[in-house]
């Protein structure tokens, strides 16, 4: 099973991936995608921060799926108790 901070460094990872695919800047990403750049890069940086929200507009700016940017295993976190 993937650890959390395996996921979260492959969600970057992905995200990394799509850009140098499409030739996009980290620039027009977040452009397009609506976000800050100081946040952009602060969840790029920490990826685990990134809203749903944020991640579905980021794969709207790549023109792929939500699922496409999202690790292939996605850790459940545990309940704190």
């Known amino acids: 099973m993937t650890s959390p901070n395996e996921a979260e460094s492959q969600l970057a990872r992905n995200i990394e991936n799509h850009l140098a695919a499409k030739g996009v800047t980290r620039k027009t990403l977040f452009d397009q995608a609506g976000i800050s750049r100081n946040t952009f890069e602060r969840n790029m940086a920490n ?12 794969a709207s700016a790549l023109d792929v799926s939500l699922t496409e940017i999202l690790p292939g295993e996605v850790p459940m976190m545990a309940a704190a108790a």
């Open 47 to 58: 990826p685990g921060k990134f809203t749903v929200f944020q991640l579905r507009r980021i």
